[in-house]
């Protein structure tokens, strides 16, 4: 018994030293919570709030938030907002699946030791490949915008357009994006533009 204990407490170990043991397991957790315990939400641009606090583990040498940990914390918030909107089950009918392909971060304020916060994810709109989300890291000690996320969630295998319809029923035509948001696409291509001209890749090939 004992020789089991060890090697379960070894591969445990191993699991947290060699892998991102907490957020392999939290955006799992994150997803079955979102499907099994709580209500779905039929608003695709409804904002939805996903509560954490700043842990020993967040923090860097200056002791704030590592920026790296707004990332991981808008991933796992992102999983949620999309399971419950039910956008991750639309795109596995589907055959499809969605990929982070850009993502930009703005900090304002630095989160402290054990302050509380709220990820505050809504969906921003869609194109035909992809669909644009916003997070905003709000400290739940004054109400403070402390970070705001915008990311790229790029479809393969289906397209948004298709998504939507399945969840909707009908045809749904995309909100008009903002305009900050427009510029920030804008520039997602024209970067990818020169990066392919670099390259000598063509559009097709960067599909594959």
Same mark, same amino acid.
């Given at each position: 018994?004992?020789? *089991? ?8 170990? !191993? ?30 641009? !409804?904002?939805?709030?996903?509560? @954490?606090? *700043?842990?020993?583990?967040? &923090?860097?040498?200056?002791? $704030? ?15 949620? $907002?999309? %399971? ?10 589907? @055959? @499809?699946?969605?990929? &982070? ?19 505050? %994810?809504?969906?921003? @709109? ?27 969630? $790029? ?7 298709? *998504? ?29 533009? &020169? ?5 000598? &890749?063509?559009?097709? !090939?960067?599909?594959?």
């Amino acid at each position: 018994m004992l020789w *089991v204990l060890g090697a379960l407490l070894a591969l445990a170990l !191993a699991f947290f030293a060699l892998l991102d043991g907490w957020y392999l397991v939290r955006v799992p957790c994150a997803v079955l919570r979102a499907r099994l315990l709580q209500p779905p939400v039929r608003d695709l641009l !409804a904002e939805q709030r996903f509560a @954490g606090r *700043v842990l020993p583990s967040d &923090l860097d040498l200056l002791l $704030h938030m590592n920026n790296a940990r707004y990332l991981r914390e808008a991933d796992v918030a992102r999983a949620a $907002h999309l %399971t419950r909107c039910g956008v991750l089950g639309a795109l596995r009918a589907l @055959g @499809g699946r969605a990929v &982070l392909a850009a993502s930009c971060a703005r900090y304002r304020r630095s989160l402290r030791l054990l302050e509380p916060f709220e990820v505050r %994810t809504r969906l921003l @709109g869609w194109d035909g490949r992809a669909f644009y989300l916003e997070a905003r890291f709000v400290s739940r000690r004054d109400g403070f915008v402390c970070a705001l996320l915008r990311s790229r969630q $790029h479809v393969l295998g289906t397209s948004p357009e298709r *998504v939507v319809q399945h969840l909707c029923k009908r045809r749904v035509e995309p909100p008009e994006l903002p305009e900050d948001l427009q510029h920030w696409i804008a520039y997602n291509e024209a970067s990818s533009q &020169l990066l392919r001209a670099e390259s000598g &890749l063509s559009e097709a !090939a960067k599909e594959q």
